[in-house]
């Protein structure tokens, strides 16, 4: 029995060789350098954050801020972007490209959708809400307080310590996501080292920008 089984091992692992040899030899020269940008087709605007994927496959990328993209993908495949806002637009990577680079602009038109109209009454009639209305009587505590709120002093030092809202952290995620797969394999930029900012950072500290910073923290 074991005769039998070890001639068949042997087999099965020189053809699972000869296979990977096939596979490791096969020409590669239908993988394509797609790059391009993404903009709207009626102010040609970048679209920022757009879904740039290869039909039928979970291969792609994300645009950045700028519209831009860059990606391998090979020729004949559909290119798929999608955007929330945006009607989603399809290209085909052409098979007659003889430098293996494919630069495309995108344009993407708006999707609007109509929605019915909705009419919110507080009251059951014009006449009832009027008649309740002039005869609502607002404390005069209650204007002293709203302009105490509304000073723009407050207001200033609360917009400093207001986090950030749902959008910005949105947008704050994007970018993060965006830098890392513009960065990937290789190390972002450090400015640590950048001269430029160097000179911005003593320009501000000569100037005292961080001392009237440190002294407004303080009275706070």
Not at 52 to 70: A, H, L, Q
Not at 102 to 120: F, H, R, Y
Request: aromatic share 12%.
């Amino acid at each position: 029995m074991m005769k039998t089984i070890l001639p068949l091992i042997a087999a099965f692992f020189l053809m699972a060789s000869g296979v990977f040899a096939q596979e490791k030899n096969l020409p590669a020269n239908d993988l394509v350098q797609f790059s391009g940008i993404v903009v709207t087709s009626d102010s040609l605007n970048p679209v920022p954050y757009t879904s740039i994927m290869i039909k039928n496959t979970y291969r792609g990328t994300v645009g950045d801020y700028y519209g831009f993209f860059s990606f391998v993908a090979k020729m004949k495949d559909t290119i798929e972007f999608l955007a929330i806002g945006y009607k989603k637009a399809v290209f085909v990577i052409p098979d007659t490209l003889s430098d293996h680079r494919c630069s495309l602009i995108q344009l993407l038109k708006p999707d609007t959708i109509l929605l019915k109209e909705i009419v919110i009454f507080p009251w059951p009639t014009k006449e009832q809400f009027k008649e309740a209305f002039l005869r609502l009587h607002i404390p005069s505590d209650d204007m002293v307080r709203a302009k105490r709120n509304l000073d723009p002093g407050k207001l200033g030092i609360l917009a400093t310590a207001m986090p950030m809202d749902g959008s910005m952290n949105f947008k704050n995620a994007m970018e993060q996501q965006t830098s890392r797969l513009y960065y990937a394999g290789q190390l972002p930029p450090n400015n640590l080292l950048n001269p430029v900012a160097w000179s911005k950072f003593i320009q501000m500290w000569q100037n005292g920008e961080f001392k009237n910073k440190n002294k407004s923290i303080k009275d706070e």
